[in-house]
């Protein structure tokens, strides 16, 4: 731990003295080894302690992990739901939003059979929940398309609980962009477009001067 904490506060470091000061933002992924979790991936952030060095939520990465398993026959964790509003108590106590640089909204798709070997998914060299991300990321709001994670409650506490007004964005890992065409950049435009539009419906977000 001591070498990953010094390393990253080499990094800060040396983006603090750019002009402008460049500013890196830590992310924990849910397939992480060591880093699965928010509180993980927080801890990390507080001890680099650097003022250019903050955090990373993602929605899925959130709900993917307390919430959702594509392991398990119905998609979800064990206490799925208790696990994850614990989660997000913690969460709306804990996070200092002045550290929270970023954040991305994104859903997934439930799995009709469990990612587990013999899956089309599948792959040995990787944990489950990372060949669920990399195939079957969805845009938040895709409901139509097997979206399921409770991306809405987490959006909400992000920005109603703490407050946050900074960038966002809407990331996708899916199947669907390998597939050929021109139209394919565009199709995936408009449907990020369209989940934005669906997040504005769900939450007030908050209205930034010019």
């Not at 991306?151 to 597939?179: A, D, H, P």
Request: a negative charge; proline letters at 3%.
């Amino acid at each position: 731990m001591d070498i990953i904490i010094s390393d990253l506060q080499g990094v800060a470091d040396m983006g603090a003295k750019e002009e402008p000061a460049v500013r890196s933002a830590y992310e924990n992924l849910c397939w992480s080894t060591f880093f699965d979790t928010w509180e993980a991936g927080w801890d990390i952030v507080t001890r680099v302690d650097r003022g250019n060095f903050g955090f990373v939520l993602d929605t899925f990465n959130i709900a993917g992990r307390v919430y959702g398993d594509p392991s398990s026959v119905d998609g979800k964790t064990e206490n799925a739901e208790k696990a994850l509003n614990e989660s997000l108590e913690r969460l709306a106590k804990t996070i200092d939003v002045k550290k929270l640089f970023y954040v991305q909204v994104v859903d997934a798709e439930t799995m009709q059979e469990p990612l587990v070997k013999g899956h089309a998914f599948w792959d040995d060299e990787q944990p489950a929940r990372m060949s669920w991300s990399r195939n079957a990321r969805l845009f938040a709001g895709e409901s139509e398309k097997g979206a399921y994670l409770p991306v809405e409650k987490v959006t909400r506490i992000i920005v109603e609980c703490l407050g946050y007004q900074g960038w966002v964005s809407m990331e996708l890992f899916n199947r669907s962009m390998s597939e050929k065409g021109e139209n394919v950049p565009d199709e995936h435009a408009k449907r990020a477009e369209d989940s934005w539009k669906v997040n504005k419906s769900w939450i007030k977000w908050p209205k930034l001067s010019d």
